[in-house]
């Protein structure tokens, strides 16, 4: 028995060698070779971390920097608790954490809320369109820019309503935010003159530094009361706006059948300047013995000229509103490329320009006219009467059309200045003359039509050569022939200083002095003959175009 049991003894501890051998074998590392199989990555210690930190599951911002979620992590631990096989770390190793930076997460960005228009002032929040109300429905009357402020007549569900000058503007409210702030445009101011023109294209309107507002659409009639540095000064909402008016067509600019002062006419040719500057030219061709401009306005691109003129005499004033109109109508159809009274317009003004000067007197038709530049000395020359209406001289008593210089030397008149028939103390001695003689020396005009008012006759005779009578005198019965004036024939006087004598003479073309009015002795033509004198001379401008395109 005690054999068996030592038998038994060895045969266990044989055993208990054999196997003791592949668990030593197998916790027994090479530290030679622990890079191979175990990269170097620190363990961070499950004592370094907190409860909190390692058990809350990482999240990623966006740009917005909204959290999306969960994420799986980037780091695998490098040991396991329940491994019991695992070696022990010694508990001394000293870990170097790496410093993380923090993320920077962008607030949310959120749009802001403009709240809605309410009452008061109304501010566009956006480019928003505006509109008229018509039988048919809204029509867009333009834009207005962002942050323009206006003052409401009315506001409905909808509209944020604007009447001023019989014209409702509707702007959708939804484009605006009520505000305390004053309107950014200028208080409106009335014109002298204003006339309704229409946009021929889409086109911005501006405050008075330039600053664009808004457009006008293309078809829309706005009132121009001004012209100030070139711009038009136009009412819209009420208020006072700037244009281009070369974006711009008149209507009917002129009103011919009432007095024409000098001041309106010069707002006139201002406005057809700036309005069409493609086929017309403002120029000043002198001044008046108190200053007043004398200006001339070309109408068409023809590289042949002519030239007409008015109120050479003061008390012909009426002249001056024939060429006016004449402007007026020429400039319309010339742009819409349309006829009048049968004359293709811009087919005759594109081969002949006419050259328009409507006053050449204006400190006395302002004498006539208003009486404002009155004064003794105007009273002893008018022998003592303050009624002007005889008035036909210039300021200072000489006859214009006595102050030419051919025939002036054997014309004999009264010896003193007069409101009538003083030649002058020399020929061309006046600053109107004189200016007419040299705007006649740089252009090389081919006719002068020069209008006075009365007895309705033409005068077309100085002296000229067979060959260049008869042309003269066909011009003369083409304007007969629409006028009815009678053609006056050859006096033989050679005594003169009539400014288209002086144009016969010196340019061999012809010069016809047009009477436009029945003879009602010395005073200003009745406005009562208007419709008649317009009727005859519509076309005169057209005709003498017509007749210098063949020489």
Do not use: C
């Amino acid at each position: 028995m005690t054999l068996q049991k030592s038998s038994l003894t060895i045969f266990l501890a044989f055993l208990l060698v054999i196997f003791q051998l592949p668990i030593a074998s197998a916790n027994e590392v090479d530290s030679s070779n622990s890079s191979e199989h175990n990269p170097t990555t620190e363990v961070i210690p499950s004592d370094v971390l907190t409860n909190e930190e390692s058990t809350k599951e990482p999240t990623v911002p966006t740009s917005n920097g909204i959290n999306e979620g969960p994420v799986a992590s980037t780091e695998t631990s490098q040991t396991d608790p329940q491994n019991t096989n695992a070696e022990e770390k010694p508990s001394n190793i000293e870990v170097k954490l790496e410093p993380v930076e923090d993320e920077v997460i962008e607030p949310e960005q959120t749009e802001t809320t403009i709240p809605p228009y309410k009452n008061g002032n109304g501010k566009t929040t956006k480019f928003t369109e505006y509109y008229f109300s018509t039988p048919n429905g809204f029509v867009k009357a333009g834009t207005l820019e962002k942050g323009i402020i206006l003052t409401p007549t009315r506001i409905t569900t909808n509209y944020f309503i604007i009447v001023a000058n019989k014209k409702a503007y509707y702007i959708p409210k939804d484009s605006l935010t009520s505000t305390t702030e004053n309107s950014n445009f200028e208080k409106h101011l009335q014109g002298s003159f204003p006339r309704t023109i229409i946009a021929e294209r889409d086109t911005q309107f501006k405050d008075r530094k330039g600053n664009v507002l808004g457009t006008i659409a293309k078809g829309k009639s706005v009132q121009l009361h001004m012209v100030s540095g070139g711009r038009g000064v136009v009412e819209l909402f009420g208020k006072r706006v700037y244009v281009s008016l070369n974006h711009f067509a008149h209507t009917n600019q002129v009103i011919p059948n009432k007095n024409i002062s000098h001041k309106e006419m010069e707002y006139y040719l201002k406005v057809f300047s700036y309005m069409y500057p493609e086929f017309t030219e403002l120029v000043k061709i002198g001044a008046s013995v108190q200053g007043r401009p004398i200006y001339a306005l070309k109408v068409g691109k023809g590289s042949k000229e002519i030239l007409m003129d008015g109120s050479m005499h003061a008390r012909e004033h009426m002249t001056t509103n024939v060429l006016l109109e004449m402007i007026d109508e020429y400039t319309m159809n010339y742009l819409k490329g349309t006829t009048f009274s049968s004359y293709n317009v811009r087919s005759v003004l594109d081969k002949v320009s006419i050259w328009f000067v409507p006053m050449m007197n204006p400190d006395a038709v302002t004498l006539v006219q208003s009486r404002t530049n009155a004064t003794a000395t105007t009273k002893k020359l008018n022998n003592g009467s303050t009624n002007y209406n005889r008035w036909k001289a210039n300021i200072r008593g000489v006859d214009l059309n006595r102050n030419f210089s051919v025939g002036w030397q054997e014309l004999v008149t009264i010896n003193r200045p007069s409101y009538e028939f003083y030649k002058g103390p020399k020929a061309f001695s006046e600053p109107e003359a004189r200016a007419l003689r040299d705007f006649m020396a740089k252009h090389p005009f081919n006719s002068y039509i020069s209008y006075h008012s009365s007895g309705q006759v033409l005068y077309y005779f100085n002296f000229q050569n067979s060959t260049n009578l008869k042309r003269d005198r066909t011009l003369a019965k083409k304007i007969n022939s629409v006028t009815g004036y009678a053609i006056m024939p050859p006096t033989g006087r050679t005594a003169s200083g009539v400014s288209t004598d002086y144009f016969i003479s010196t340019y061999k073309k012809p010069g016809i002095t047009v009477e436009i009015s029945p003879a009602v002795g010395p005073t200003v033509v009745p406005l009562k003959y208007w419709d008649s004198i317009w009727k005859k001379n519509k076309t005169i401008g057209l005709i003498a175009a017509s007749e210098a395109a063949s020489r």
